[in-house]
């Protein structure tokens, strides 16, 4: 048997375990909806709603003819909850290549840039101040560190990164500030319970705190999409990681999981069959909130 096919059976078994895993949530009644008047033959990512729910903003990965560039956009949410055509944030996307954005309640900004004059890594972390950015030098490393996600009172950032390398390819981490002024701790490796492959990505943190969304390929079965609950106020005390139930997960590349303010919708990026383009966002609308993700927790 082929490694391909070890792992497409390992991804069967968890993605089949998990469908029955909840019994008091209501996972069948779920849909994942392309968002086809965002996405294109490109590659949409990083999914984010205003705090008031009405703007819609993503990445988008595009092919030019000097090579990849990566811009932001935005859509107005329309009154029946679908998207209108996006356009580009020319106050963006005149600072460099855009990646992937965070938001608090206060309206702050993190983003991620690759690369920019001036950052410590290949990839790194900054505030966006009016038309500056600010890049957040005590969480920055030498490595790689990007994906972003603010809590709502702006007073933790979870973000992936590769400053581990020797040991694992990336881990997520969290900094942290007493307030808008403060300046940011240095990062602390979240606990083995979230750390638990070799690549551990794509972290966003719910509005209320408490549950961690995030990407891992531990038991060797690929990109998956996991939930964790927070367990005290501990950074390094979360439950055991819950494999998020179909369809979110299929048999695909399943990344930067995003649950919006309201609790009433999620969104992710995938690249399985029948999209658009070579990643696409997809929405699955929540009648009962985050239990029909995870059940009573």
Known sequence: MSRFQVHSLLLALVLAAT???QPD?????LTAINLTSINSDAQEYGPLLSNDGSTFYFSR???LFLGRVNKFFQASVLPNGSMSAPVEIERFNKLKDFGCATIDNAGEIFCCYNPRPGAGGSIDIFQLKGNDLIPLDSVNSKYWDTQPSVSSDGKSLFFASERERSSKWSNIFVAHRSGPQGSWSTPIKLGPQINGGEYNCYPSISRDGKVLFFGSNRNHTGSLLYASVRNGESDTSWSEPMV??????????????????????FFFVSNRKGGVGRKDIYQVHLPNGVEDLLGKH
Do not use: Q, R
């Not at 949530?25 to 009644?29: K, V």
């Not at 979110?248 to 609790?263: D, H, K, M, Q, R």
């Open 19 to 21: 469908a029955h895993a």
């Open 25 to 29: 949530s209501n996972h069948t009644s």
């Open 61 to 63: 990965e595009m092919d």
């Open 244 to 265: 998020l139930p179909p369809p979110i997960n299929a048999y695909a590349e399943n990344s930067f999981p995003y649950l919006s303010p309201s609790g009433k919708d």
